[in-house]
């Protein structure tokens, strides 16, 4: 099944940088729905107010951090379909083991280029 | 025990007492009978406690060189002075990054918005530029995220460094009277060329471009 392009996509970031970064990138793949949140409540709010595609999120934030938004989505039964990429500098093995145990759909760590996003995303989402 | 030995030789003295004076002591002769008293418990813990008093003294002393050497090192000025103003430097660093990040960003999606209107390899080319700045500006994230962690890093010596000012306060203090005044001692000569190297100013202390002319246009 095609990737829809114009899904939203909750991009969760407490540096304002990071989110401009991943909004640019996500438009130079062709993406055109892209939502921001500063944090995981933040982030938790918007899920539950409309239906978005894919999460992309980074790990250490306050105060709910990534992992907990993780959590929070895989226990949500509306919500845990969602597919939700982590991006964060968080690259020691018992983050990965951790993310993954709480259902991550893919892993970037940060600094990471467009390549990696797009590859990442397209083991996600299937070809686009 | 010490306390065994002591209270042995009291006992026996007061026996004494009791045989030369009876149950009733004279009130001319209470002080003698306490310093006899006193001079029997001093004696006993001089013999029993001379080594416990010793180390005792000796410990006293390291913990007295312990708080002058601590006093010296003048915490209270790096808790006042140093951290916080390495903290705000750290700080202006992510502000400063921040900025001319988001600077390199407007003008990338200027460049983005211009090639909207282009085709063929020319717009490819300038279009995978544009990307490769994106990529780069990420090093924003990772530099502040780093930054933030020296900076908890030095809250939390500030933090140490506050509790040890508090327990050695009195010797800081005393450790300061003695100190020469440090802007009396600026203030007493010409400024130097080291007086001048002050690096970049925090915002609020900088001097704007407008104030700077004004103050080269004074004299005129």
């Keep these: 099944m095609a990737v829809d392009m114009g899904m939203n996509i909750l991009v969760v970031d407490d540096y304002k940088t990071m989110l401009r970064i991943l909004r640019n990138l996500l438009r130079q793949l062709n993406f055109t729905n892209i939502d921001e949140a500063t944090d995981g409540t933040m982030a ?5 107010e409309k239906d978005f595609g894919l999460v992309v999120s980074d790990w250490n934030m306050e105060p709910m951090t990534g992992i ?45 280029n467009a390549e990696t996003l797009k590859s990442k995303l397209v083991s996600v989402l299937g070809e686009f | 025990m010490p ?15 009791r045989d030369r004076h009876g149950d009733t ?12 008293l006193l001079s029997t418990v001093r004696n006993e813990l001089e013999a029993a406690d001379k080594e416990l008093f010793g180390e005792l003294e000796a410990l006293a002393q390291y913990i007295q060189t312990a708080k002058t050497e601590i006093a010296a090192l003048c915490p209270d000025e790096v808790n006042k002075q140093f951290l916080p103003t390495a903290g705000d430097e750290l700080d202006a660093i992510i502000e400063a990054t921040a900025e001319a990040t988001n600077a390199i ?7 983005e918005g211009v090639l909207d209107g282009l085709d063929g390899p020319a717009k490819e080319k300038l279009m995978e530029a544009t990307t490769k700045i994106y990529e780069a500006c990420g090093f924003q994230d990772i530099t502040g995220q ?6 908890q890093a030095l809250k939390e010596i500030e933090n140490k460094v506050g509790a040890l000012v508090e327990a050695f306060g009195n010797e800081i203090k005393k450790h300061e009277a003695l100190q020469p005044d440090k802007d009396e001692e600026k203030g007493g000569r010409p400024i130097d060329d080291a007086d001048l190297l002050n690096g970049p100013q925090s915002k609020k202390n900088a001097k704007s471009q407008d104030e700077i002319d004004a103050l080269l246009a004074s004299f005129d």
């Design chain 1, 68 to 112: 907990q938004l993780l959590r929070e989505v895989r226990g949500d039964d509306k919500l845990k379909g969602i597919p939700f990429v982590m991006i964060t500098a968080e690259s020691k093995s018992e983050n990965v083991i951790a993310a993954k145990e709480a259902g991550v759909s893919n892993y970037i760590v940060k600094p990471f």
């Design chain 2, 3 to 17: 306390g065994d030995k002591i209270g042995s030789a009291l006992g026996h003295q007061l026996d004494e007492l």
């Design chain 2, 105 to 111: 960003m407007d003008a990338t999606e200027i460049v």
């Design chain 1, 44 to 48: 938790l709010e918007k899920l539950r």
């Design chain 2, 146 to 151: 780093r930054i933030t962690r020296i900076v």
């Design chain 2, 25 to 36: 002591i004279k009130v001319s002769e209470i002080s003698g009978v306490v310093e006899s």
